[in-house]
């Protein structure tokens, strides 16, 4: 309760300050669209900051997304027209902080909200755990925003509902085999100048993987890093979720290039079947296409790190905000903690037997 008294205050105060500019009344759309980027590493000039930067057309440094930060765009789209107001919120930490997504996530905000999921491609091993995890804690949580809304008013659920499949044309040969994301998602893939020198059967693999997610979803794919054309592709992608322009009809599914693939337009035709010997896919004794996939992606790539893309409950304790001396303190204040907790149970103890 208290976060949502927090959020409307926020977007309360949000709007009192951009009403007036250079003491100067300006005129906002009620409506707004909502976008948040998760990522996994703390990624910098190729990562999802400048990606916001990019889109904003703000010329500062970039810095690293330590938990859940918030900032915010406006567009006019025209000379003395009301300006659209999108919100940005972008969560560090990979799988350790998914529990903040319930913060911009709520049954309000649902109807106009976009996921923006960056992954490290530079790090092959750690991809799909990543991938598979942020997704489906995502997922689930929109479901349940989904069923609360349905509570309150069943027409916009419905419409949600329905809205998914705008992406997938009425006749696309894949439209009853895919299970689109209960919001608009993109899936970016970063580093892209570290992962063209992989060899070239790894970024097959890497690359096939991704569309077939992707598309699974409903969901845009692309690749982005430092360059300049790229970035501005990217840009594109965002301005059209946080500000409605025009979506892009290019596409390039050479993995010999940076991916570009719009939802919808890719097939599973195209894409082919898993990138294994055809003697082998019977052994991996999957359920379902995701789990072959799944299967054959991680027989190349085995996931290195599980342990830490597990959700740490507390943030003290994710390795990648190590400190010594503070985290040294920590342990002696735990220690202190438990010591605590030992004695008061044992005078809680000796109270009961005095009764």
Not at 120 to 141: F, G, I, R, V, Y
Not at 150 to 155: F, Q, S, V
Request: glycine fraction near 4%; hydrophobic fraction near 35%.
């Amino acid at each position: 309760m208290e976060v949502k008294v927090m959020e409307l205050k926020l977007e309360k105060n949000l709007f009192s300050s951009l009403a007036v500019k250079m003491g100067k009344q300006e005129k906002y759309f009620l409506i707004e669209n909502r976008v948040m980027l998760i990522y996994y590493e703390c990624l910098t000039m190729s990562g999802k900051t400048t990606i916001i930067l990019r889109c904003l057309d703000r010329d500062e440094p970039p810095k690293p997304t330590l938990a859940l930060e918030y900032t915010y765009g406006r567009r006019a789209k025209g000379h003395n027209t009301p300006k659209d107001i999108a919100h940005f919120w972008e969560l560090g930490g990979g799988t350790s902080l998914l529990d903040l997504i319930s913060v911009p996530i709520t049954s309000d905000t649902l109807r106009t909200f976009s996921l923006v999921l960056v992954l490290d491609l530079s790090k092959p091993n750690d991809l799909w755990p990543t991938m598979e995890n942020l997704l489906q804690a995502t997922k689930s949580h929109v479901d349940k925003m989904i069923m609360k809304l349905g509570k309150t008013n069943p027409k916009a659920a419905s419409e949600m509902r329905q809205k998914i499949w705008n992406n997938m044309q009425k006749d696309h040969p894949d439209r009853e085999l895919i299970d689109p994301f209960p919001v608009p998602l993109v899936i970016i893939g970063s580093k892209y100048d570290i992962f063209q020198d992989f060899e070239s059967e790894k970024r097959k693999v890497i690359c096939k993987t991704l569309r077939f997610v992707a598309h699974y979803y409903g969901a845009s794919l692309m690749f982005t890093s430092k360059s300049e054309a790229l970035l501005l592709k990217i840009r594109g992608v965002i301005n059209q979720l946080a500000f409605g322009i025009d979506k892009s009809k290019s596409i390039c599914v050479d993995q010999n290039k940076p991916l570009f693939i719009t939802a919808g337009l890719d097939s599973f035709s195209q894409i082919g079947s898993p990138p294994v010997p055809e003697n082998d896919i019977g052994k991996l004794h999957a359920h379902s296409p995701m789990e072959l996939w799944k299967k054959v992606y991680e027989k190349l790539f085995p996931p290195k790190s599980i342990n830490t893309l597990k959700n740490i409950k507390d943030p003290a304790r994710d390795p990648q905000y190590a400190e010594s001396e503070v985290d040294e303190m920590r342990i002696q204040k735990d220690q202190e903690l438990e010591q605590y907790k030992r004695s008061s149970s044992k005078s809680w103890k000796q109270i009961e037997l005095d009764s």
